[in-house]
């Protein structure tokens, strides 16, 4: 109980990796996550929350920015403006834009809250927060698997 995901995200990053927009008579977004639920996800289990049609502004949600932003000691969504929680029985998904601003309630009721995550974007932006698969792992994969995790290229190591 208590841990929860920070807000984050919204259509006014830039980041192309998270772009929505509408362009020459149709929709584009860089990625779609699709969150599916092994557990039952209700009031107090720690909920995705997200602030619908926030991926459609350039404007940054006020909690998001300048002195307002959420830090370390306001770790969930819980009390944040125009956030809606998504409750999922086990075997339910929510599928959104990474573009929309979203992150957790607090989970307060005892247990754990399962679910599996899957991401869906262009292959130049599937490696985030620097990952990259140790030699190891590589050794284990077969070569279909293999071309599943490698990056197109690597990022220049800078040292120094």
């Known amino acids: 109980p208590g841990e929860a995901i920070l807000l984050h995200s919204g259509g006014h990053t830039g980041c192309k990796r998270t772009q929505f927009r509408y362009r020459n008579g149709g ?3 860089g ?4 969150l599916i639920a092994l557990t039952d996800i209700g009031p107090g289990d ?6 619908p049609g926030s991926h459609k502004s350039n404007i940054e949600h006020p909690r ?3 002195d307002t932003h959420l830090d370390e000691t306001e770790i969930s969504v819980d009390d944040v ?5 998504v409750h999922l ?4 998904a929510i599928l959104f834009v990474d573009a929309i601003s979203h992150g957790s309630a607090k989970r307060i009721n005892e247990g754990d809250r399962r679910i599996l995550v899957y991401r869906y974007g262009p292959s130049w932006a599937n490696f ?3 990952f990259t698969p ?3 792992l590589l050794e284990r994969l077969t070569d279909q698997r293999r071309k599943i995790v490698m990056p197109k290229y690597k990022k220049p190591q800078i040292t120094g």
């Open 27 to 29: 929709f584009h977004c």
């Open 31 to 34: 990625q779609i996550n699709i």
């Open 46 to 51: 720690g909920a995705t929350m997200v602030i």
């Open 64 to 66: 998001l920015s300048g």
């Open 81 to 85: 403006e125009a956030a809606e929680e």
């Open 89 to 92: 029985k086990a075997g339910d």
């Open 128 to 130: 985030r927060h620097n």
């Open 134 to 136: 140790s030699d190891t």
